[in-house]
């Protein structure tokens, strides 16, 4: 069963960073897709950042370029979002998943997500 855990989520002031952590299982981080959603209260699902294997190509929605950092580790299974310069409007919970390829993990439902990590920012 594939499952994504992701961690590193918490409470910071506008300005702050934060480095999330997606650990993944049952899949193997070997040419792949890997990326990051995030849902704020009140908005539509974001499709904050993915990453593609094959090249090392990223995406980044207009809202965070320049801001987060997507990377991943193939030999941990691990995938990780820096985000530094933290907005209010960052505020959300992220998640992660990956798959073999960018359209299949575009096609994921939210439930086949991870059980996502709160990110809070304050003004």
């Known amino acids: 069963e594939v499952q994504f855990v992701e961690s590193g989520g918490g409470s910071v002031q506008a300005g702050g960073s934060l480095r999330l952590s997606c650990a993944a299982s049952?899949?193997?981080?070997?040419?792949?897709?890997i990326g990051w959603f995030r849902h704020a209260r009140g908005k539509a699902r974001e499709a904050v950042s993915w990453?593609?294997?094959?090249?090392?190509?990223?995406y980044y929605s207009d809202s965070v370029k320049g801001r987060f950092t997507i990377s991943s580790d193939n030999a941990r299974n691990m995938g990780y979002l820096q985000m530094n310069s933290l907005k209010p409007e960052d505020t959300a919970t992220y998640y992660c998943?990956?798959?073999?390829?960018?359209?299949?993990?575009?096609?994921?439902?939210?439930?086949?997500w991870g059980q996502g990590t709160q990110v809070t920012v304050s003004s």
């Open positions: 990453l593609l294997s094959r090249d090392n190509s990223t």
């Open positions: 998943a990956a798959d073999q390829s960018l359209h299949n993990l575009m096609i994921r439902t939210p439930g086949s």
């Open positions: 049952g899949f193997t981080l070997d040419a792949y897709a």
